[in-house]
Structure formats: C-alpha cells, structure tokens
T-cell receptor, first 115, second 111 residues
Framework: DVKVTQSSRYLVKRTGEKVFLECVQD?????MFWYRQDPGLGLRLIYF???????EKGDIPEGYSVSREKKERFSLILESASTNQTSMYLC??????????????FGPGTRLTVT | KQEVTQIPAALSVPEGENLVLNCSFT??????LQWFRQDPGKGLTSLLL?????REQTSGRLNASLDKSSGRSTLYIAASQPGDSATYLC??????????FGQGTRLTINP
C-alpha cells in the first residue's frame, strides 16, 4: 500500500513564526504536491515538485516556499505565518498509471492554527 | 479554465439504498478522473481512477463511469452502509499533472 505521512496532525503556531510541514512518501513516486483545504474554497494547489530540487508554483504560492532535497521528502515552509494561513494542509504524491495518466495519493493532513 | 461541479452538495439516504453521485467538468481534454473519499478531519482516500480511454472502473460495491464527450462522471454505490458516510470528491487531471477538484458531495447513510 502507498503510504504518505505528514509530520504532524495538529499544529499551533504564533503569527510571524517560521513553520515547517514535512511530508514523506515511501513508494518512490516522482511527483509530490502540497494543497490547502478551506471550507467553501475546496482544495487549492500551493506547490508541486516533479523531481528532486525541482518545484512549480500552484494556484496560491504566495507566502509559502517548498524544499525537495530527497525524492521521498517534500517540505512546505511558511516563512512568516499569518492568521490567514490557518487551514488544513494536505500532501500528496503521484505515480504514472498510463501514458499521460497519474494517480494521486494523499497523506492524513495537518491542521495548522496560527494565533 | 477547467471547472468541476458536484451536485448535490449533500445527500442523505437510508441504509441499503443504491445511490449515484454526479460529477461534471467543462473541458473534456482530461487525462484521467479520480474519485476520492474524505472522512471529517482526515486526508483523501483514493477510491477509483478512470483513465481517459476507459468508460468505467469497479471496486467492490463502487462503480465509476466516465463520459468524456459530455463532461460527466458518476459514482454508483450499491447497498449503502452507514460506514459509507463521508464526503466524496471527484477530480480531473489536466496538463502539468494538476488535479482540478470539485467541491464534493457530503453523503450521510442513515441506519
């Protein structure tokens, strides 16, 4: 079974802190993703990575950065946390199922509260 | 811009019923469509993936169909159980491996 793990289920941080969210997958998947999920807004893509040290901006990258130093690990960094970054953060990885088809698997999520 | 819509937003049915969840998308140029389940406060669990060349996929009591030309997919759940209560999301894959999600259907199965 594919396993995507996230470092914390719940996290409480103060405004202005630097926050690291870690994600690890154990299936040698090439692609990894960070989303946030908010009521009424659904899932929104923050960043994704298709290879080590490679990253692409998603739909809402402002206020975030990412790091992928090893294939299995993808980190999301909040440089200076703000209250509007309070959200559920979901990590995912994907692998090729067909010529252009990829299946995504998600981690359990991190509920981040910024006070 | 691709838009994915799921109607209804919420559905409540008695246990044992067969039911259908709907998903529609505006751009038929997709690589695949994926159905997920999400329990409250948890991550997404992949249920079924239909590649663009396929018409349907089955897993246990679940059957998903895809009609690319009309921009529609359905998830059929047979003999529903209280444990099926969750939010069901569909998502389509377009270029750059980006999934576009619907808002989900919140399903409640009443014992």
């Amino acid at each position: 079974d594919v396993k995507v793990t996230q470092s914390s289920r719940y996290l409480v941080k103060r405004t202005g802190e630097k926050v690291f969210l870690e994600c690890v997958q154990d299936m040698d998947h090439e692609n990894m993703f960070w989303y946030r999920q908010d009521p009424g807004l659904g899932l929104r893509l923050i960043y994704f990575s298709y290879d080590v040290k490679m990253k692409e901006k998603g739909d809402i990258p402002e206020g975030y950065s990412v790091s992928r130093e090893k294939k299995e690990r993808f980190s999301l960094i909040l440089e200076s946390a703000s209250t509007n970054q309070t959200s559920m953060y979901l990590c995912a990885s994907s692998f090729r199922r067909g010529q252009y088809s990829y299946e995504q698997y998600f981690g359990p999520g991190t509920r981040l509260t910024v006070t | 811009k691709q838009e994915v819509t799921q109607i209804p937003a919420a559905l409540s049915v008695p246990e044992g019923e067969n039911l259908v969840l709907n998903c529609s998308f505006t751009d038929s140029a997709i690589y695949n469509l994926q159905w997920f389940r999400q329990d409250p406060g948890k991550g997404l669990t992949s249920l079924l993936l239909i590649q663009s060349s396929q018409r349907e996929q089955t897993s246990g009591r679940l059957n998903a169909s895809l009609d690319k030309s009309s921009g529609r997919s359905t998830l059929y759940i047979a003999a529903s159980q209280p444990g099926d209560s969750a939010t069901y999301l569909c998502a389509v894959l377009q270029g750059a491996q980006k999934l576009v999600f619907g808002q989900g259907t919140r399903l409640t199965i009443n014992p």
